[in-house]
């Protein structure tokens, strides 16, 4: 399996821009996670989908931030508009139960300027 | 709020030494994972242990967790320039056992 999927590996935007975040998770794996990691918080989670259904939204910093899951083998993760304080390093992960065992892809290093 | 606290922050050793990192918490875990982070990648599973006062080797790392489910520690023995990352733990929250607690991590440089 090629792991977890996700791109561009990097983005650098203007303020104000909309910014589309995208991931294959592995088949089979029935939970996707979509985590921010900064220097300051380190790793949040931001919100997680169980079988494409989103399950716990409350790490969505506001309503810029969006999230979907349209069908098993795709997630996107939507920051409109964009600021410069949503720099940061975004990460999908997936695993076949809750809580235990994710395998992350390489991230998304996102810089708003 | 389940926290989890790691020490040292940093730690710089050279090749062949032993050390040793901490996860602590006030807060009950279910079980307790720990990852490795490489520059530019995403953190990778090393070991999840679950029951209190368990020890899992994974060749020159050990890992314990402890007897409470409150702490683990991660030992390296004879420390290799590979061994260098940034080593996470992380927990399920009780209250939404997908969400995953990380945290901020050691970052570790083994220098040959």
């Known amino acids: 399996d090629a792991g977890v999927i996700q791109s561009p590996r990097h983005e650098v935007t203007e303020m104000g821009q909309e910014v589309t975040l995208r991931c294959k998770p592995i088949?089979?794996?029935?939970?996707l996670f979509w985590y921010r990691q900064t220097m300051m918080r380190g790793l949040e989670l931001l919100i997680y989908?169980?079988?494409?259904?989103?399950?716990?939204d409350s790490g969505m910093p506001e309503d810029r931030f969006s999230a979907k899951m349209p069908n098993a083998s795709f997630s996107t993760l939507k920051i409109q508009p964009s600021e410069p304080r949503d720099s940061a390093v975004y990460f999908c992960?997936?695993?076949?139960?809750?809580?235990?065992?994710?395998?992350f892809g390489s991230g998304t290093r996102l810089t708003v300027v | 709020t389940q926290l989890l606290e790691q020490s040292p922050q940093f730690l710089s050793i050279q090749e062949g030494e032993n050390l040793t990192v901490y996860c602590n918490s006030s807060?009950?875990?279910?079980?307790l994972q720990w990852y490795r982070q490489e520059p530019g990648e995403g953190p990778v599973l090393l070991v999840t242990?679950?029951?209190?006062?368990e020890v899992k080797k994974l060749k020159r790392l050990t890992f314990q967790f402890g007897d409470a489910r409150k702490d683990s520690s991660l030992h390296i023995t004879a420390a290799q320039p590979g061994d260098t990352g940034l080593y996470l733990c992380?927990?399920?929250?009780?209250?939404?056992?997908?969400?995953?607690?990380f945290g901020k991590g050691t970052k570790l440089s083994v220098k040959p």
């Open positions: 989908f169980n079988n494409n259904v989103p399950i716990d």
């Open positions: 992960a997936s695993s076949l139960v809750s809580g235990v065992g994710y395998t």
């Open positions: 088949s089979g794996h029935d939970y």
């Open positions: 807060s009950v875990f279910s079980s």
């Open positions: 242990v679950v029951t209190g006062g």
């Open positions: 992380a927990g399920p929250e009780t209250r939404s056992q997908g969400n995953l607690i």
